[in-house]
Antibody, heavy 122, light 105 residues
Framework: EVQLVESGGGLVQPGGSLRLSCVVS????????MDWVRQVPGKGLEWVGR??????????EYAASVKGRFSISRDDSKNSLYLQMNSLRTEDTAVYYC?????????????WGQGTKVTVSS | IQMTQSPSSLSASVGDRVTIPCQAS??????LNWYQQKPGKAPKLLIY???NLETGVPSRFGGSGSGTDFTFTISSLQPEDIATYYC?????????FGGGTKVEI
């Protein structure tokens, strides 16, 4: 079964850091682009960033709102994707989803995790 | 690229044909996806490449359009289709989503 499971969310003070993890199973992780998408409760979806696959040397891209503060990495030996979030702001409060990009169309997210909630508050 | 979905919500009856428009602020060819999201759940991919039905998705769902104007259609609304539907462009980074259209009975 293809599955993505996020963890690492929680309450953090403004200016703090948090690292989210996404453990995948059921497919060849190194073959796929992987993305992070967030959603403020009750609001819409915002793309956060992506890690390309091994064939594309795991290069990364970020939304302007998080560039320079967030970093995406992955460990293929652990089938894990990470989102390191630094200098957190109250506006980063959201549910964070990891998502797999569709192999035939690497901009369509065909599998999503259940999400992990991040609350930035003093 | 700005993605505009309007209306933000609509109400329809079981069996109705429902159409949801999505407009891109510039030409995105057919690099457009549609997702369904139910409360408390992650989004689910329904349509990719503007008109391609994802495997396992019921055939009552469909998509059309190219360039800047797209339409998502439910040919016969079912009670389990109550959800919020989002369009998303993937022609240019950053990928962007529409604001969503909530479908109610």
């Amino acid at each position: 079964e293809v599955q993505l499971v996020e963890s690492g969310g929680g309450l953090v003070q403004p200016g703090g850091s948090l690292r989210l993890s996404c453990v995948v199973s059921g497919f060849t992780f190194s073959d796929r682009y992987m993305d992070w998408v967030r959603q403020v409760p009750g609001k819409g979806l915002e793309w956060v960033g992506r890690s390309r696959n091994k064939a594309n040397t795991y290069t990364t891209e970020y939304a302007a709102s998080v560039k320079g503060r967030f970093s995406i990495s992955r460990d293929d030996s652990k089938n894990s994707l990470y989102l390191q979030m630094n200098s957190l702001r109250t506006e980063d409060t959201a549910v964070y989803y990891c998502a797999r990009s569709y192999s035939g169309s690497p901009g369509a997210f065909d599998i999503w995790g259940q999400g992990t909630k991040v609350t930035v508050s003093s | 690229i700005q993605m505009t979905q309007s209306p933000s919500s609509l109400s329809a009856s079981v069996g109705d044909r429902v159409t949801i428009p999505c407009q891109a602020s510039q030409d995105i060819s057919t690099y457009l996806n549609w997702y369904q999201q139910k409360p408390g759940k992650a989004p689910k991919l329904l349509i990719y490449g503007a008109s391609n039905l994802e495997t396992g998705v019921p055939s009552r769902f469909g998509g059309s359009g190219s360039g800047t104007d797209f339409t998502f259609t439910i040919s016969s609304l079912q009670p389990e289709d109550i959800a919020t539907y989002y369009c998303q462009q993937y022609d240019f980074l950053p990928f962007t989503f529409g604001g969503g259209t909530k479908v109610e009975i």
